[in-house]
Each structure stands twice: as C-alpha cells, then as structure tokens.
C-alpha cells in the first residue's frame, strides 16, 4: 500500500482527520504513544520496557553509566569505594531534594535497598536485588552496602534498575502509594497520572545541577498508553503525538515518507527468544522431549525473519544473552540451522507423525509471533496465538499455564549477563525449565571475583541450554522510533528515550 493510501486509510478508520494537533514544539513538550501500561510505576514493581523508562525520568540511581562511553559516574552518589569482595561504602551527594521537598540522604538509601532486598517485598524481578545482604547507614549522607556473596556486577545494577525511593514517604505509602503518585528526585517529576490511560511528566525546576542527567529544554512529556498499534500510526499521522516507539519494519518503512516525519532506529540490548515449558507439570508434556524442542528451533528461518520482518539493527543470537553483555557467549553452543524436513522428522522420531498442537502466548510485536506460527505450521506443529498484556502474559508463564512464549528481555539495560540469563534459567520467577546444572554455573558466574571465571561459567551454561534446546534463541530487536521531523533525539542502545537531552528544531 502507498504511503499516502496508508496514511488516509489510519486517519480515516480512526475518526483523527478532523482532531487539531495536539504535539508539542510550540511549548516545548513531548507527546509519545505506548502500546504497554505499567501494571505499577514503581519502577520495583513492573518489568516492561515504559516502566523503565519512566523509573529513569522520575527517579534517580546512586550511579549513572553514560550509554555513550560505557563510564560510571556519580549521580546520588558523589563517589564510591569497594572496601571488601562483598562491601562497597557510598558517599552521597547533597542538597539534593524529592519532589515532594523531603531531603535526600542515607536514610532514604537504606530504606529502599533493605526494603527492596526482602524477598517477600514482592519485587518483580527479583534478580535485580536478590543480591543485596543490607544496607548501613554510617552517617547523614555516608552508606555502606553489603552483597549476600560476591556480586561483580554490583555496580552495574546500582546504574540501572536500583532506584531511590524517599524513605519517609515510601515507608508510609508502599508501592501503591507510589504507583498513584510518584515521588523521586529525578529531572521529572509526575504532573498527572491516569493509571492505564496516560502519565503526564513536568521538568523539575528543584533538580540538582551537578547530575549527569542534564536537562534540556522540554518542559512537558505526556505519555499515553495506546494498545492499538493502527490507532498509534493514525495519531503520529494526524500530530496527535510527537514519537512512537517499536514501530513494524515494514510500517517504518512507509511512515518514513510522510514529510512531517522521520525514522530513527538502532540496534537495542533487547534479545528475542520463545521459552519451552519443559517442567514436570508442564501443560505441554510434548515438550519435555527434546526432539520436540529441537524440532520447533529447527522450524524457523530466523534469517529471513531478521531481513525481511525485524530490519536493520538485529542480528540471530545463538544463546539467550545479548552478544555484547559481559560474559554473553555463543562458543560451544550448537548451531540450528532453518531445516523444516529435520524439524518433522523429529516430531516422527518422538512419536508424533502427525504433528503437534501447542499454544504460544505473545505481548508485542505480533507480526513476528504470527510468522514465527507460520513457520511452525509449515513443519506439522499447530500454535494457537494468546495475545495479552505482558502482566497478563507473567502470570500464565509463573502460573504454569504457558507451553510456548514468544518473550522479549532488554535486561533492564544491565550491561552484564546475570541481567538476562539467570532470569530465566536460576530458577527464579520465570524459570519454567529449572535445570539445576545450570543454575549452579549461573551462579558460579554472578559470584565469581575473577572475570576469566565469570566468563567460563556463563558460557558452560549458555551451551548447556542451547545443547539441551531449553529455549529457542531468535534474535536481537532494533528499535524503530516514528519521530515529528523537528524533535531531535538519539536513539541508545539500552532502548530509553532520553527525554531530559531532547530538543526542538
């Protein structure tokens, strides 16, 4: 379809030709649809990708990693020390304030982290601060951290997902409170929130200048949460929105025509695989043969997909870690190559001549699961598509109701493999294979002081669950971002628009 015909057919099956133009140069703010609603903003309590991205706009981290030349940087914390394996002290920076005037120092980061830690505090991705023992408060603005063992990667975490919550507030209002409103230090602060609907962000005029985050010229960022991808397209069109993110290849392609718009993209740490359910109560007992499971890794051609449907920027992984996190490997891991004959001869040899029957349960990007189901046809296996919202789509993975997942992990941007792997195979939340040989080389790599160690360990366990076909490794995911053509951003590899570095032509 012509760019154009695109265009009319959007606006006019979504009632916008007639709406004005709601975007923002003229004020100096940022209107950006998103297909997934945070089930909580604390950024402790959700795990999909917008909740990232508000946790780091409304809050801040102890440390800042710059995306750009991979440096630690002080952001709450002014400096920091590794006293032992297992103990880092903090020295705090101050006069920094939250948004609701409460002053920042080490009671708010003692609070958070042994909050957090607990393992009944309910955090959704636990992997994130499994690995806190406490935290110590040694004086105003001075804390001492100590790891449950050896954690390299300590700081990296410290940089990303490990947020500050105010100690005060947060002790009086739990999650929920700071679900309906938020409080951070960060360089927005939440005007309004519309839980499902919307969440709209305001500059703080109180944040601390020394901060690595420096703040740009928007004041404004509205964000809308809009599960309709067409219903998106129609708004950019019509200059309902500025920016939409995880746009179609092929749609991207079109829109990028359109003169008031442009594409940005680039490659992203995301990573693209379909989880198996080979647990002894699986709901899929087919897949405890791993002739079955070989079979559905050998039925797609995950280099066709990579041209002609994801698009520039992705690259087929061969283990389930991103290529350039610390200890993430392909060495030693067998290759399965796109073979739909050997994919049904499989299926013969576990006594299934007929094919099989199995449901897959998706949240984004699906026109790549319906491909994915073409391709599984084609080889004699049936998946049924269940498509939700990723909150929905956890909860048949950790309820056991789940057979086949078509999962996405951007590890919370986390530049280091115990983010990604031991997420799903150390027998945490989302672990529906629970091999015990593997959790012990994945915990000998999150524990190990020296690197060479580390490394070793990963790769042992990244080729262990490749040999042992526990999942179906696809593909690393670019992101296309539709943009207004006059606001100016850079796309990063971690995946997070950086709101406070935008401008306007």
């Excluded at 179609?248 to 993209?265: N, R, T």
Aim: charged content about 25%.
């Amino acid at each position: 379809m012509r760019i154009g015909l695109l265009a009319a057919a959007l606006l006019a099956g979504t009632g916008l030709l007639a709406q004005p133009a709601l975007a923002g140069k003229s004020d100096n703010s940022v209107h950006l649809a998103y297909d997934q609603a945070p089930e909580n903003v604390d950024p402790f309590f959700n795990n999909v990708r917008i909740g990232v991205i508000i946790g780091q706009h409304v809050w801040d981290t102890l440390i800042y990693r710059d995306p750009d030349t991979g440096e630690y940087k002080g952001q709450l914390a002014k400096s920091w020390r590794q006293v032992d394996d297992r103990t880092l002290e903090f020295d705090l920076r101050e006069g920094v304030k939250f948004h609701n005037g409460e002053e920042f120092d080490a009671d708010d980061v003692v609070y958070t982290l042994n909050f957090v830690s607990k393992p009944d505090s309910g955090v959704t991705t636990q992997q994130n601060v499994a690995w806190i023992e406490k935290a110590e408060k040694l004086d105003k603005y001075k804390v001492r951290v100590t790891t449950k063992q050896v954690f390299p990667a300590a700081i990296e975490y410290l940089s990303g997902p490990v947020v500050m919550h105010p100690n005060e507030y947060y002790a009086k209002v739990g999650p929920q409170g700071q679900n309906q409103k938020p409080v951070g230090t960060g360089p927005f602060r939440v005007a309004a929130h519309e839980m499902g609907k919307s969440i709209t962000l305001e500059k703080n005029p109180d944040y601390f200048k020394d901060s690595p985050k420096k703040q740009g010229p928007i004041e404004t960022v509205e964000i809308r949460f809009i599960p309709d991808r067409q219903t998106q397209m129609a708004e950019v069109l019509s200059e309902g929105v500025d920016l939409i993110m995880h746009v179609p290849k092929d749609q991207a392609d079109q829109i990028g025509m359109v003169p008031h718009l442009k594409v940005v993209s680039g490659e992203t740490m995301r990573i693209v695989f379909m989880q198996m359910n080979t647990l002894d109560n699986t709901p899929a007992p087919a897949l405890k043969d791993e002739r079955v499971r070989r079979a559905i890794i050998h039925a797609i051609d995950r280099e066709t997909m990579v041209k002609e449907i994801v698009g520039a920027g992705s690259r087929v992984i061969h283990t389930i870690c991103f290529p350039e996190q610390f200890g993430c490997t392909d060495e030693g891991a067998p290759r399965y190559e796109y073979d739909p004959a050997k994919a049904r001869q499989l299926l013969k040899e576990a006594r299934f001549p007929n094919g099989i029957e199995l449901n897959i349960v998706a949240y984004r990007e699906r026109n790549q699961t319906e491909a994915m189901i073409g391709y599984l046809q084609a080889a004699g296996i049936k998946a049924n598509l269940n498509f939700l919202q990723y909150a929905a789509m956890r909860e048949q993975i950790r309820g056991n109701k789940a057979m086949l997942t078509h999962q996405t992990w951007g590890s919370f941007s986390v530049n280091d493999v115990s983010a990604s792997t031991p997420v799903y195979f150390k027998f945490e939340s989302d672990d529906i294979t629970r091999d015990p040989e593997v959790r012990d080389l994945l915990q000998k790599g999150d524990t190990s002081v020296d690197p060479e160690a580390r490394k070793e360990a990963y790769g042992k366990a990244l080729a262990l669950i490749a040999e042992r076909a526990y999942a179906v490794p696809l593909y690393s995911l670019p992101v296309y971002y539709v943009a207004a053509k006059d606001l100016e951003f850079k796309a990063y590899a971690d995946e997070m628009p950086r709101f406070w570095e935008m401008t306007w032509n």
